[in-house]
């Protein structure tokens, strides 16, 4: 069994929360590709009372930034951040929580710091995590998230220790960075323990398959370039579409290009996954009918993309009747 580990995504650590991690957005929507590949989902909620000790503002004489001596541990002191029950604390919107089998929360005691979804800094209490995972038969985690440099890392090392095998999964994490090369020096940290360090085309592909319903007029098109590229769209063809299954793009070469031209082919060819990123699917109609609306000027782009070549795979035909 393999579990993914989703770390502390929450609007405080996001773009315009209190502790925004930089790019932290960014992993969202890697997080949510990733997640179907996974027996089991967790989500870690740090989830502070107002008066934590490690929210500078809860000093007389202290800033964020400043590191302290708390309780025998160093502790970094932060701007106040996710507090229970606000809407900094809550799990980013844009994050597929329907596919978040549980969350476990931490640093609610307001005497000790927990960066670790296993366990405190102190490593006294246990969040249950550990002997969770063991009790759902997980033996390997892969861990995402913010921040690489600090709830991820402890989290990484937690893991190790408690006996799993485990990943990180580079692209979909992003660090604080407070003092300069603080996320390099974690990642060698984890690297020096046996977290194995991934990218996510590790475990989605390097390539999307996508298919495209056409005419005979663009497929001659498409074999002037050595069945490498897409033609320039018409100036009444503002969009791109290609489809994410075969059995649509058929129902369209049948029902569309057949009326059109009186023939219809079905291609099928394979685009770089870290391009399609920013193009959301779009559902058309029934929900087989996935589509990717992408704008004319970024079909060269897609072109330099595309790996290996365009195959014609299906081809339909209304023969005039014989008289
Ligand atoms: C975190 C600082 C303070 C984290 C949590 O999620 O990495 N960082 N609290
Ligand atoms: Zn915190």
């Given at each position: 069994?393999?579990?993914?580990?989703?770390?502390?995504?929450?609007?405080?650590?996001?773009?315009?929360?209190?502790?925004?991690?930089?790019?932290?957005?960014?992993?969202?929507?890697?997080?949510?590709?990733?997640?179907?590949?996974?027996?089991?989902?967790?989500?870690?909620?740090?989830?502070?009372?107002?008066?934590?000790?490690?929210?500078?503002?809860?000093?007389?004489?202290?800033?964020?930034?400043?590191?302290?001596?708390?309780?025998?541990?160093?502790?970094?002191?932060?701007?106040?951040?996710?507090?229970?029950?606000?809407?900094?604390?809550?799990?980013?919107?844009?994050?597929?929580?329907?596919?978040?089998?549980?969350?476990?929360?931490?640093?609610?005691?307001?005497?000790?710091?927990?960066?670790?979804?296993?366990?405190?800094?102190?490593?006294?209490?246990?969040?249950?995590?550990?002997?969770?995972?063991?009790?759902?038969?997980?033996?390997?985690?892969?861990?995402?998230?913010?921040?690489?440099?600090?709830?991820?890392?402890?989290?990484?090392?937690?893991a190790i220790a408690e006996g799993f095998e485990t990943?990180?999964?580079?692209?979909?994490?992003?660090?604080?960075?407070?003092?300069?090369?603080?996320?390099?020096?974690?990642?060698?940290?984890?690297?020096?323990?046996?977290?194995?360090?991934?990218?996510?085309?590790?475990?989605?592909?390097?390539?999307?398959?996508?298919?495209?319903?056409?005419?005979?007029?663009?497929?001659?098109?498409?074999?002037?370039?050595?069945?490498?590229?897409?033609?320039?769209?018409?100036?009444?063809?503002?969009?791109?579409?290609?489809?994410?299954?075969?059995?649509?793009?058929?129902?369209?070469?049948?029902?569309?290009?057949?009326?059109?031209?009186?023939?219809?082919?079905?291609?099928?060819?394979?685009?770089?996954?870290?391009?399609?990123?920013?193009?959301?699917?779009?559902?058309?109609?029934?929900?087989?009918?996935?589509?990717?609306?992408?704008?004319?000027?970024?079909?060269?782009?897609?072109?330099?993309?595309?790996?290996?070549?365009?195959?014609?795979?299906?081809?339909?035909?209304?023969?005039?009747?014989?008289?």
């Open positions: 069994m393999k579990a993914l580990l989703v770390i502390d995504i929450q609007n405080d650590f996001l773009l315009g929360g209190s502790l925004a991690v930089p790019e932290g957005d960014k992993v969202i929507s890697v997080v949510n590709e990733l997640m179907p590949h996974y027996d089991l989902v967790i989500a870690t909620q740090d989830f502070h009372p107002a008066e934590h000790s490690s929210f500078a503002s809860n000093y007389l004489d202290r800033k964020a930034g400043e590191v302290i001596n708390l309780n025998g541990q160093e502790q970094v002191l932060w701007s106040d951040h996710c507090v229970a029950g606000t809407e900094g604390a809550a799990l980013a919107s844009a994050l597929n929580t329907d596919g978040i089998d549980r969350i476990f929360q931490k640093g609610k005691d307001p005497q000790v710091d927990s960066y670790s979804g296993f366990y405190d800094n102190g490593h006294i209490r246990s969040t249950g995590l550990g002997d969770f995972l063991r009790m759902e038969g997980v033996e390997e985690v892969h861990l995402v998230g913010v921040a690489t440099d600090y709830c991820v890392k402890f989290t990484a090392l937690d990943r990180l999964i580079i692209d979909a994490c992003r660090g604080v960075n407070l003092q300069p090369g603080d996320v390099d020096c974690a990642i060698d940290e984890m690297k020096n323990v046996g977290v194995q360090i991934w990218g996510s085309d590790q475990v989605l592909g390097e390539t999307v398959t996508l298919f495209r319903p056409t005419g005979l007029e663009e497929l001659k098109k498409i074999e002037k370039s050595g069945f490498t590229a897409w033609p320039p769209r018409l100036p009444d063809q503002p969009i791109f579409y290609p489809v994410l299954n075969q059995v649509y793009a058929e129902q369209i070469a049948r029902e569309w290009n057949i009326t059109a031209s009186g023939s219809g082919f079905v291609t099928r060819f394979r685009v770089k996954r870290s391009f399609l990123r920013s193009y959301p699917r779009q559902i058309v109609g029934g929900r087989e009918h996935e589509e990717l609306w992408i704008p004319a000027e970024d079909l060269t782009e897609l072109n330099d993309n595309i790996v290996g070549k365009i195959e014609v795979i299906k081809r339909f035909e209304t023969f005039p009747m014989k008289v």
